[in-house]
């Protein structure tokens, strides 16, 4: 009983601890966000500032663009989403039901794809956009995402659609569903958690990027997104740390916020997926 009792603290001490060491960074970014330029330089540093600077949140929102800076992240990743996942639901349902020649070489190519780095298609990118003058558009960034994206969402899907027993399709069809009512009626209602995990960490890879906005918005202001935008903030030769945390916490809470209220059909997608 004694032995059962300790396993069962030491098991929460080292969760503790964890979370303890994941969640420090999210608090210190809300600590600088309200602290002065003078409590952040100062050694030891504070670990909360004696006059919380509330109204930094204020000044970032009412003089910088942040509104608009999120609002055009928000426009990318959804079309980034959209897109991706019209692609990665044909794609992965592909691989997962159909036998070809070739569809594995097919499979190994998609996740080779998947290892690239945005770095190396960002030169090739640049070319094609600028031919098609998308330079300076959202839909540059929307396309240069779903490159990124798509790989990764046909594989989280095929996996999820493998665990989808054949037999709900074979009796759609036997009622006079067509292949493609079957997936639309059946597969993918029953597969709704598996497409909420998806989107979301599709969601996430777009919200995330940095790489691509440098390279294709630079010259067009309006169209900045928050990444983007929050790297501006830098002095050439003073830095307001505090406005700089306060714009990053603007970006933060909207993630936080999904994942909150999709956590159920996160962790539901990741387990059914993981199972066969």
């Known amino acids: 009983m004694q032995r059962t009792t300790l396993q069962t603290l030491s098991l929460y001490a080292g969760l503790a601890v964890v979370c303890g060491v994941l969640l420090f960074p999210i608090y210190w ?3 600088t966000a309200l602290s002065t330029l003078a409590e952040i330089r100062q050694l030891p540093p504070s670990f ?8 930094t949140f204020a000044k970032v929102a009412t003089e910088r663009p942040i509104l608009l800076w999120l609002w055009n992240s928000t426009l990318a990743a959804l079309g980034s989403v959209a897109l991706s996942m019209v692609v990665s639901v044909f794609a992965g349902y592909s691989l997962s039901r159909f036998s070809v020649k070739g569809g594995r070489s097919l499979g190994l190519f998609i996740l080779t794809a998947k290892m690239l780095p945005a770095t190396l298609l960002v030169i090739p990118l640049f070319g094609i956009f600028r031919s098609m003058g998308l330079i300076g558009s959202l839909w540059s960034l929307v396309l240069a995402h779903a490159t990124l994206i798509i790989p ?3 594989w989280m899907l095929k996996g999820y659609f493998d665990t989808i027993p054949r037999e709900l399709e074979q009796a759609a069809m036997v009622d006079g569903c067509s292949p ?3 997936l639309f009626r059946v597969v993918l209602p029953v597969a709704t958690p598996g497409l909420a995990a998806t989107a979301l960490y599709a969601f996430v890879l777009s919200w995330a990027d940095y790489a691509y906005a440098r390279t294709f918005l630079t010259n067009a202001q309006g169209s900045w997104t928050a990444n983007l935008g929050i790297t501006t903030m830098k002095g ?3 830095t307001d740390w505090n406005e700089i945390s306060a714009a990053a916490v603007f970006v933060s809470v909207p993630i936080i916020l999904i994942y909150l209220f999709l956590e159920r059909y996160l962790v539901g997608g990741l387990t059914a997926g993981a199972e066969k």
């Open 29 to 31: 970014l809300f600590v």
């Open 48 to 55: 909360w500032p004696a006059d919380p600077q509330w109204s």
């Open 152 to 154: 990764f969402t046909t």
């Open 236 to 238: 050439e030769y003073v």
């Open 180 to 182: 493609l009512g079957a």
